[in-house]
């Protein structure tokens, strides 16, 4: 594994989110929609210009996969053996609403699989990256984080981590058979974010019933992975993939390290198993 220069991505997504916070703090945000339907702003393309220019000079060569570019076709991807998949602005919504709850969200692939992302929240100004085999760090650090004293106690209450803008039928029915069986805290959030809390011990499951795309959650599906959670598809036919011939993730949940071996995720497959 050949890895990216840490402290230089630092340095530039750093520098993406202050871009995105001159609009942010601007009476313009310049809002249109795209095909998809999914809004877009001044900010994502201005974010979407800084950091594919700075990777072009860090790591000239090395192809991008971004959210706001147009999308390589899979026969000319399906040869790449490394690459950097891009969210330059996850969580337009919450960009738009004004609420703080978006993030940059950057992942290095080799094979197709995540080894080293990145996730930058420019509001708080706290960034954090994950290495493949070394665990999740926060800028500025070389020491790995610890989980929190909460994160080794039992799941009770199970703290679950819902999107604010993007609920989905299927996660609803889920959500309510879990409420009849266990005690719950419910919390919502935009974006990434919602990983990230996953792989910090704040938070234990991540539902997400619909369908999202690939960059949405390749850098923090190594930062779970990588503090001890697990990523699972409805179908629980294993963990998300990417770089996949249509770039859409399939429903899937993400588990917390506290998670691991207990009650609470054998009731989960069950209920998957039982086809909801």
């Known amino acids: 594994m050949e890895l990216p220069k840490l402290s230089a991505i630092e340095e530039l997504l750093i520098k993406a989110g202050a871009a995105i916070l001159e609009v942010y703090e601007s009476d313009h945000f310049d809002e249109t929609t795209k095909s998809d339907l999914s809004p877009v702003t001044r900010a994502d393309q201005i974010s979407s210009s800084v950091?594919?220019?700075?990777?072009?000079?860090?790591?000239?060569g090395i192809h991008v996969i971004d959210e706001e570019n147009t999308i390589p076709s899979y026969e000319e991807r399906k040869q790449w053996t490394r690459f950097f998949m891009l969210d330059p602005l996850d969580g337009t919504r919450e960009f738009i609403k004004q609420n703080g709850e978006f993030c940059i969200n950057l992942a290095y692939l080799e094979n197709n699989l995540p080894v080293c992302s990145w996730i930058y929240s420019p509001v708080s100004r706290s960034g954090w990256y994950a290495i493949k085999g070394k665990g999740i760090f926060s800028f500025g650090h070389n020491?790995?984080?610890?989980?929190?004293?909460?994160?080794?106690?039992?799941?009770?209450?199970?703290?679950?981590?819902?999107?604010r803008s993007h609920p989905s039928p299927r996660g609803q029915q889920v959500l309510r058979k879990i409420?009849?069986?266990?005690?719950?805290?419910?919390?919502r959030l935009g974006s990434a974010l919602k990983q990230v809390e996953i792989a910090l011990g704040r938070a234990d499951v991540y539902i997400h019933g619909s369908g999202c795309s690939e960059w949405d959650t390749a850098a923090g599906h190594l930062m779970v992975e990588e503090s001890g959670g697990f990523v699972e598809q409805w179908n629980l036919s294993g963990t998300l993939k990417y770089n996949k011939p249509h770039m859409k993730n399939p429903p899937f949940m993400m588990f917390s390290k506290r998670c691991q071996n207990s009650e609470f995720v054998e009731?989960?497959?069950?209920?998957?198993?039982s086809g909801t």
Do not use: T, Y
Not at 51 to 60: D, F, R, S, V, Y
Not at 154 to 160: F, N, S, T
Not at 179 to 187: G, L, S
């Open 51 to 60: 950091i594919n220019a700075g990777l072009a000079a860090i790591h000239p």
């Open 267 to 273: 009731f989960i497959k069950n209920i998957l198993n």
């Open 179 to 187: 409420r009849e069986n266990f005690n719950i805290e419910m919390v």
């Open 143 to 163: 020491e790995h984080l610890e989980h929190s004293p909460e994160s080794q106690k039992p799941c009770d209450p199970v703290i679950l981590i819902a999107s």
